[in-house]
């Protein structure tokens, strides 16, 4: 075994064997990073950003905007995937 390919394979086995992963309680481990859905970089996700990544579900856009302002901020996108949950 190649000594470049350790790191990689430590770090796999880390993430699949630790309790929760690295993520918080209440948080999806795996999730899209806001900066990549935001293509415009605006700091805001419209519906067709987020249909680009997450396919043509407006029912699940609308909930997620908390304030029904029609786009999405970095926040509203946070607190969908459970990060700062208690």
């Known amino acids: ?4 390919l350790l790191p990689f394979i430590v770090s796999s086995v ?5 309790p929760h992963g690295l993520a ?3 948080e999806r481990e ?7 859905i935001d293509r ?7 519906l ?3 249909s680009r990544v997450f ?4 029912e699940a856009y609308r909930r997620i905007d ?3 302002d029609g786009v999405l901020t970095h926040d509203e996108y946070h607190r969908s995937l459970g990060h700062g949950a208690r």
């Open 48 to 50: 067709e950003e987020y």
């Open 30 to 36: 795996k999730h899209i990073c806001f900066r990549e």
């Open 1 to 4: 075994m190649k000594s470049s």
């Open 40 to 46: 415009d970089k605006d700091g805001k996700v419209v």
């Open 55 to 58: 396919g043509a579900d407006e």
């Open 14 to 18: 880390l993430l699949v064997t630790a």
């Open 66 to 68: 908390a304030n029904g």
């Open 24 to 26: 918080g309680e209440g």
